[in-house]
């Protein structure tokens, strides 16, 4: 998986692809708790559920399906303003939790995405993987894995989202 650091990264570049004042306050702060969100499925280690479970890591919790169903619901707890539409803010919420599994599926490591569940459980990376898999639990941050990890999201996240949104800016800027 790519880190609990990283996965911001793609809401709060997401944002920019939108217009100004389409998305109400506060709804950039849901899309990083949605790109965050589907990690929440490690806590089927502790309760047994295996991992390549169609509930285990990476499962149900990654996929399209997931994404559409937090999206939906949440898009509907979000006051629209003005600016923006209803279905501008389930885009984005939609967009960010789906994000999550996307990233991951460029990980080198682990079983794969299951993108496709609940309706199927095979799972899924995408053939360029160029970000490092980050070590499960806090401790494996401090090892030489975990530090790997987190200078491949700068190189494959962060430095592109970062581009992505000087780029905008500076096209909005020049209209």
Not at 136 to 163: D, H, K, M
Request: aromatic letters at 14%; glycine letters at 12%; one cysteine or more.
């Amino acid at each position: 998986m790519a880190t609990i650091f990283s996965h911001p990264a793609v809401p709060l570049a997401l944002a920019s692809l939108f217009p100004s004042g389409a998305l109400p306050s506060g709804v950039l702060l849901i899309g990083v708790a949605c790109s965050i969100l589907p990690d929440l499925d490690v806590i089927g280690f502790r309760l047994g559920i295996a991992y390549g479970d169609v509930l285990g890591h990476r499962g149900l919790s990654h996929s399209i399906f997931f994404a559409a169903v937090v999206g939906l619901g949440l898009s509907f707890f979000v006051p629209e303003n003005q600016a923006g539409a209803r279905w501008m803010i389930f885009l984005f919420l939609f967009l960010s939790t789906l994000s999550h599994g996307a990233l991951d599926a460029m990980t080198d490591g682990g079983l794969g995405i299951a993108f496709f569940a609940p309706f199927s459980d095979r799972r899924y990376f995408f053939p360029w993987r160029p970000i490092a898999v980050s070590p499960i639990g806090i401790g494996g941050f401090f090892t030489a894995a975990g530090w790997r990890a987190i200078a491949s999201e700068l190189q494959w996240i962060w430095l592109p989202a970062v581009c992505l949104v000087g780029l905008l800016h500076g096209f909005k800027a020049g209209r």
